[in-house]
């Protein structure tokens, strides 16, 4: 438990960078919910993180109150950035591959917040946004769904709980390191 106060504060700040651990890589990288090829049946606040699964839910009639995307697919550069911002605040965050930086933390912090008060909200990221799941799990109201992308699978679809929540903080302090 003493490590929990060397990385986030008890508001749950993140008080220094962080950088994956490659010994958790494994763990880090396995879907933490059910992998799905359609994205269906989704109801209440919802949060996309990634590119493709973002544009997805929206071709599908969804409107995710936060998305959020580094507007690279498959680490190409992509075009579509125009039909994931319309409508929604746009908000902008550095957060290097393999990492998630205070600055990008607090981001994810602020969409939430904002989308909460009713404004949807799209964050692009300087970097990658793959880890930023963590974040958006954590700061999530409970009942909400988060979506993200499992590469060459599908769309990994997340309930968020307390268990979900408690599960992803344990895993935030085994799998990184601060910077």
Do not use: C, H
Not at 162 to 176: I, Y
Request: proline share 5%; no cysteine; aromatic share 6%.
């Amino acid at each position: 438990m003493d490590e929990l106060y060397n990385v986030l504060d008890l508001s749950l700040d993140l008080l220094v960078d962080l950088r994956m651990n490659p010994d958790y890589k494994d763990e880090i990288s396995r879907p933490k919910g059910p992998i799905m090829k359609d994205i269906k049946d989704i109801e209440g606040f919802l949060i996309t993180v990634g590119d493709r699964v973002s544009l997805e839910a929206i071709a599908r009639g969804f409107d995710p109150d936060v998305i959020v995307v580094d507007l690279v697919e498959r680490r190409s550069a992509v075009s579509y950035g125009e039909r994931l911002f319309r409508g929604r605040l746009m908000l902008s965050t550095f957060n290097p591959a393999g990492t998630i930086t205070r600055e990008a933390w607090v981001s994810i912090r602020a969409s939430i917040d904002l989308a909460r008060m009713g404004l949807k909200t799209a964050l692009l990221v300087q970097g990658e946004e793959d880890l930023l799941g963590f974040p958006a799990v954590i700061f999530a109201p409970l009942g909400s769904t988060l979506i993200y992308g499992q590469p060459n699978e599908g769309a990994v679809v997340v309930r968020v709980e307390e268990d979900v929540k408690r599960e992803a903080l344990g895993l935030l302090l085994r799998g990184f390191t601060p910077l």
